[in-house]
Each structure stands twice: as C-alpha cells, then as structure tokens.
C-alpha cells in the first residue's frame, strides 16, 4: 500500500515539476523574447542613432565645404585659377567629386558671356537633355567645372532653366549660406541625387554667381563603410523617399542647411528564439543563452554607443573647426576638444614656423605642467622627437608603451615620465598640396593595446584632415585679409595705369609688399625661358598668359637669398599673377585701339581752307591715357553762297563708336551747309543722325561773311565761344543757345549774330581745353578769357599754341586728360 500510494505521491510532484519546469521554460520563453525585443529596439535605435550621425556628418562636412565660397568674390570676379583652387578644397573636404561655377548673367549678357568663356547657354528639357536658352531677366549660367571630365557636359546649362535647381541657388541667395535642393536626377548616372549650391557676392555685397555640387545618394550610403553593415536602411528627405527600406526600425532626423531628413535602421536581428528550442533541455541552459545573450548584446550596444559618441563628437569639432576663421581658433579648437574625443591626457599641436620653416611651433595643451610646455615650445625639426619626426616624415608615429619611449627617445624619458606619458600617438597636418604643416600630438597616461592604438589612429587621422582643411581655409583667409589692402592698392594701380610700360612701374614699385620679395619686374616674352621656374631658390617666375592662352610677357620676383614659398605666399603670388595678367592683356589692347581711332581720327580732322578776308589757325591734341579717343570735332566749310562756317563739336563718350558718330555728323553738316542750310535745319539733321547712333553732342556752328564780318552762331549745348576784340578785350558769346544735337528739339532757335572787325579773333573749342577737377567751368573761361588777352604775337598759329601750353602747365595734376580741338578765326580785312 505505501509502495503503490509512494508511486501515487511521486506521480503527482513529477507532474508538478514537468509542468513546473514547462512553466518555468514558458515563463522563461516569454520573458526572453520580451527582452530580446527590447533588445533588439535597442539595437534599432543605436543603430538608427549611428546611422543618423555618419550621414549627418558626412553632409555637414560636405554642405561646410562650401562656406569658403565668400573669398571668391573679394576682388569682383571669379577667376579660373581661384575657382580651381576652391574647387579642390571641396573636393578633399566633402564627398563631392566635381563642383561647377555658376555665373549671374543678365538676358542682354548671353551674346557676350558665349564670346567671352565659348560656352553656349541651355535650358533643361526636363528629360535629361538640353534645349536653347529661353530668355529671362536672370540667367545662372554654368560657365566652369573642375574637374572638366566631369562637368563639361554641364558647360551653358542655366540651372534657372530648372525650378528644383532654381529654388536652391534663391535660398542660397536669400540665406546667404549653402542651400539643399529637392531630391534631383544626377545627369551623369541618372541615378537620385542631392544638389547644394551657395552663392557668391562680391566686395559690394551683391551675388555675382554660385559654386554648386551634386552628391549621389549611393555615395552617401556607400560612405558608411562598415560602420553599419547589417543594418537595413532607410532616407527620406522631409517627404521625399531616397533609400527605401520595409516599414519597421528606429527613427532618427537631423536638419542640414534648413532640410529635415530622417532616417530609419533595422540591423535585422529581431528577437532570438533560443529558449524554446531549449526548453526539454531545462531552464539551466535557457538561463545561460539568455544570460551569454544578454552579455553579447550589451557589449554590441556598448560598442555601438562609445562609436556613435566619437562620430557625434568628431562632427561637432569640425563644426567648430568650419566656423573658425583665424589659425589660432583652429589651433585652440583642437588642443581644447580633440582630446576628449580621443581619450587622450594631453593634446599638443605643433607648426612650421612662418619665419624659419626649419623649427615647429608647439601649442601646448592648457593642463600640461608650464614649464616642460616651455621648454619645447619651439623645436628645430633636427630634433629626434616624436611630433617632429611626424612632422619631418609626413607619416603617422604611434608608441604604445613606456618602454617603446625609452628605446625610441631616452633623452626626453625624464620629462616624458614627469608629464605622466606613457603612449603617444602623432598625426600629420598636411594642406591640399601634400605639403606636411605640422602635426597633431596625442599623449597617453597609460599603455595602449595594439587593437587600441589601431583604433585611436583611425580616429586621430579623421581629426587630423579636418584641423587640416581648417588650417589651409583659415590661413589663406587669413593671409587674403593681411594682403588685402597692398593687394586694392595694386588693383587699383595696374587698373589706372594707362600702358604697358605704366603697369611695369607700378609692379616694381608696388609688388614686392604684396608678396614679400626683394623685387618684381615685368619682361617680355622670352622664348629662351620658357614656363615658370625658379633659378637658384633666389628668382621665382610666372608667365603671364592671356584670356586665350598667349603668353603676353612674365613676372620675375626676386629675393636676397634662396626662399621656399608658403601656402601663403603661392596664393597671393597667384592673385598678383591674375591681376597683372589681365592688366597687360586690356593695356595692349587698348594701346592698339588708341593707335587705330588716333589714326582714323586724323584723316578726318584735315587743315582748313584758305578763306579770302579770314585767318584760320585749327589744333587737335588727343587723350593721353588710353580710355579710349573721344569724339572731338571740328570743320571749315566754304559755301556755294560764299559765306564760311565754322564748326565745332564733341559727341559724348570714347572710343570707335564715338569716332565714327563723329565722322557721321561731321560729313552730314558739310553737305548741308555747303548748300546754305538754315542752322536750325542743320541741327535737326544732325539731331535725326544722332539718335540713331543713341549717342549724343555738344556743337558750335559759326556762319562769317568775311567781306563784312557779320556772323550768326548756334550753341548746342557747347562752351561758350570767346571773342578777342580789336582793343584786347576778351567777350564770352551767350546767345543761340538750343539742346544738345541728338535730343531732338523742335522749336525755332534764335541765332546768336556779331561783327567781327578786322584784326579780331574769334576762338572756338572743346571742353578738354577748360574742363578741371575741382572749380566750376565758369572759373576756368574766365581764366581762358584773361589768358586770351594775355596772348602775344601776330600768329595766329602761335597764339592758338599759347593756349594750350599755358593750360597745360597750369594745375596740370587737376587736368581731366580728355580730346581737346581749337578753331581760331582771325578777320584779316
């Protein structure tokens, strides 16, 4: 009985501990699987948080890559060179891989930008191909693209052809920062894409063009690398899908340059289902996978989290580092922040040396003892010591223990031990052209593990290309705010000055403050020296090239001993290049326009005629600086009615145009007044002639019978003429006033009429001969008046030569260097 009721008994308890054990397992199922889940959110949402972090900070470096965009339009312009430059800086800073330039022309401007740069503009046909430009007030013209491979097929494409390309260059505009277009279609691979562009402006404040880019979405995805490899993911831009991914995962946003865009991540995993596969094998092995399983994943997040931490801290710096805009901001952002990000004791960042690029300069971090920061804050890079064989070498130096120190650096153990080091980790500084500036210094107060230096030099390097680009950015900004004014100085110069041989003096005069030389002198082209070069390290020489590649002459600067150019000094030399370039490509051509109108204006100016009862004396002297000629005037017309008219004129501006209104006008008043033509009807003649050419001109017609001396006179507009009487007094002629030829008046005109007896001198001419820069007009006829009556000699000739020098030495530096025509008219009987 007790046997059967002991079976009976146990029966019930192994049923207890069966189902006890299933409940335990099913407990412990459920409980697993709610963690798992939790887990795996966690998961989800370190993985979305990484995600969000890398791209957020692969465009945050990309948009700031463009904020050097403002030094572009210092100076007005954008030349190739400068674009260039920046272009390449872009490039190395962002994950862009080409960037295009886009000028700001007006719908008048298209005919002269396509003959100016050679490049057709186009609309967008909206299919990815291109049709003609259709007019608009404002066109943003792609006129340049770097790397040329890449943008050519871009070369005239008006992105204002194009409202999602239209809408960013505005907010660009409207914000003064760089500007994120809707999703956009990538003309190279067709695949989706982001568009960002910034504007430029120039010295006035005022946008002269835009710098833009294009990054494909699979570039961004591409350039997470293995942060992230199991992780499915998602991108919408606001409302706009660019990576699509399965409804699920965590949920990040960040917002670039006013532009939301979220991120989902799902890593996959999903909760385990380990346990009930588990359960006839007991809780005990449930408990250890659920255990082993918790542990993994806390130390995948762990690792997931401390990774996230470090990005999110290597974006913030270099934010920080892109908004500084002076090298020491650079230098003090590194030392102060760089090290917690690395977990490093001390942060030491060291520079070659602007006065004696042989030493580094060593900014020491703010905890270090100050004496031992004293002690090698300068040091020759002879000097075996870790930054400045890293500085030497251009190359990475890592020490992990104290005992690598010792055997590496034993002269320098004793300070090393004093500052608590016992690993260092040093990176190189180097600027866009590979030159190694300096380096960054991370030192350790404990022994690294081999994974763990691997680690901190990933990290250390990525903040060394960031201190990198900042440090070029800030110092070429710096050294473009340093030379601006000696810079305006020699713009303004070379744009005044009026020849070849001008610009010349201005450069061996002006130049060597601008770049630091000894010297500077301009030479024609040698064919025996042929590309830049340097001879000796003590003369450095650029050719200077014209719009269309010809060589126009060379630039040689000279120095008392042999020199290296800094980043600095190559910008600015670079600057100076373009400036005097430019400078003797306009002076040569305006030399051969000045030759050519001086030329054409002669044939047309011909000495009077012989008129009976008349004296006639004429003189013309041209512009001296080359400005172009201006349209002065003058001719002595013998009518068929035997009256003689003198005219006398200047049509507005310089240059061909003026001359061949000139040669117009002159030729129509002849004809006429050969005839006998009333004034007034000449004058509307010349009025009709006139707004044809959309010019206009001040003139004086004189009609003289030299039987009688009488004389009528028009005024349009033109300096008063002078009348020299027979007892040498001088009188201003005041009547026959109208408007200026070429405005159309209609009204009668009231000649003005004298007498001119014999032996008096009635002068004629342009406003060159009077016209100042300080005084009013009225002064300086009184003053050509007095010197009139002060005039010596019965020559007419010489009297008219007179005037001239004595205007000429008189307040010569207040001149304004203008055409200047003279009619003097004697009557002999």
């Known amino acids: 009985m007790r046997t059967t009721g002991g079976r009976r008994g146990r029966l019930p308890a192994a049923v207890v501990l069966l189902c006890g054990l299933l409940v335990l397992g099913a407990v412990a199922v459920a409980l697993s699987i709610a963690t798992e889940r939790r887990h795996a959110k966690e998961r989800d949402d370190n993985a979305a948080e990484l995600v969000a972090s890398h791209i957020a900070g692969q465009l945050e470096r990309s948009v700031a890559a463009f904020r050097g965009a403002g030094a572009l339009g210092v100076d007005g312009e954008v030349t190739a060179a400068e674009f260039e430059a920046y272009a390449k800086d872009v490039i190395n800073d962002s994950l862009f891989t080409a960037v295009a330039y886009e000028r700001i022309v007006d719908d008048g401007d298209l005919a002269a930008l396509e003959a100016e740069t050679g490049v057709t503009p186009r609309d967008s046909d909206g299919r990815g191909g291109f049709v003609a430009v259709a007019s608009r007030p404002r066109h943003l013209v792609v006129v340049r693209g770097y790397p040329a491979e890449q943008t050519n097929a871009l070369l005239g494409f008006d992105i204002a052809s194009d409202p999602v390309h239209l809408a960013a260059a505005q907010a660009s505009e409207r914000n003064d920062a760089p500007a994120i277009a809707d999703p956009v279609t990538l003309a190279n691979s067709a695949a989706p894409g982001l568009f960002v562009i910034h504007e430029i402006r120039g010295a006035d404040g005022t946008a002269i063009g835009f710098v833009s880019s294009s990054l494909g979405i699979d570039q961004l995805v591409n350039a997470l690398g293995s942060t992230a490899p199991d992780v499915e993911l998602g991108l919408r831009l606001e409302e706009t899908v660019l990576v699509s991914s399965d409804d699920g995962g965590a949920v990040r946003s960040f917002d670039i340059a006013g ?229 305006s100085t020699l713009a303004q110069a070379l744009a005044a000055a009026p020849t070849v041989d001008a610009a010349a003096q201005v450069i061996e005069r002006l130049v060597p403050r601008v770049v630091g030389c000894s010297a500077a002198s301009l030479t024609t082209v040698d064919p025996s020296r042929d590309g830049d070069g340097v001879d000796d390290g003590r003369i450095i020489g650029r050719d200077l090239n014209g719009t269309r590649g010809e060589r126009l002459g060379r630039l040689e600067l000279s120095w008392d001993t042999p020199v290296s150019l800094t980043t600095t000094q190559h910008a600015v030399l670079m600057t100076v290049t373009g400036l005097v370039s430019r400078t003797l490509e306009q002076t040569a051509r305006a030399e051969q326009e000045h030759e050519l109108i001086v030329q054409l204006q002669r044939d047309l100016l011909a000495a009077p005629p012989d008129v009976e009862s008349l004296e006639i004396a004429v003189r013309y002297q041209p512009a001296m600086t080359i400005v172009g000629l201006g349209g002065d005037w003058y001719d002595i017309i013998a009518s068929s009615g035997g009256r003689t008219y003198v005219v006398i004129g200047d049509i507005t501006g310089h240059g061909s145009s003026a001359v061949t209104a000139m040669a117009d006008v002159k030729a129509v008043m002849n004809h006429l007044l050969r005839l006998d033509t009333p004034l007034d009807v000449v004058c509307q003649h010349a009025d009709s002639l006139l707004a044809r050419h959309g010019t206009y001109a001040t003139a004086q017609i004189v009609a003289i019978d030299g039987a009688t001396g009488g004389a009528e006179y028009v005024n349009a507009g033109h300096p008063f003429p002078v009348v020299r009487r027979s007892d040498g007094a001088a009188e201003e002629l005041r009547d026959g006033h109208r408007a200026l030829l070429g405005a159309g008046q209609t009204g009668p005109i009231t000649a003005g009429r004298l007498t001119l007896q014999p032996d008096e001198v009635l002068l004629l001419y342009t406003d060159g001969l009077i016209e100042r820069r300080t005084d009013s007009l009225d002064v300086h006829m009184r003053r050509l008046a007095s010197m009139l009556e002060r005039a010596e000699g019965n020559d007419l000739g010489e009297l008219v030569d007179q005037l001239l020098e004595a205007e000429r030495a008189e307040q010569s530096a207040e001149r304004v260097d203008d055409d200047i025509a003279i009619v003097a008219v004697r009557r002999t009987a």
């Open 259 to 487: 532009r939301t865009f979220v991120v989902t991540a799902d890593d996959g995993a999903g909760p385990e289902a380990l346990i009930p596969t588990l359960i006839v094998i007991g809780t005990l092995l449930v408990a250890i996978a659920a255990i082993a399983s918790y542990r993994r994943d806390r130390r995948l997040i762990g690792d997931q989290r401390r990774v996230a931490d470090r990005n999110r801290a290597i974006a913030e710096l270099g934010r920080t580092l892109a908004g500084a805009t002076e090298p020491d901001d650079v230098v003090r952002a590194i030392t102060n922040h760089a090290g917690g990000i690395i977990g490093s004791r001390y942060t030491n960042l060291a520079r070659r040396s602007a006065a004696d690029p042989s030493k580094v300069e060593v900014a020491r971090d703010v905890g270090m003892d100050d004496t031992v920061a004293h002690e090698f804050a300068m040091q020759s890079l002879d000097e075996s010591l870790p930054v400045t064989d890293c500085v030497r070498t251009g190359e990475t130096l890592v020490i992990r223990s104290d005992g690598d120190y010792r055997r590496r650096y034993p002269q320098v153990i004793h300070e090393v031990r004093t500052a608590g080091i016992y690993a260092v980790v040093c990176v190189p500084l180097e600027f866009s052209d590979d030159v190694c500036i300096g380096a960054i210094e991370f030192a350790f107060g404990e022994a690294l593990g081999l994974e763990q230096a691997d680690d901190l030099v990933v990290a250390a390097t990525t903040i060394a290309q960031l201190g990198s680009r900042a440090l070029e950015r800030s110092t070429v900004a710096d050294a473009a705010r340093s030379h601006a004014a000696h810079l």
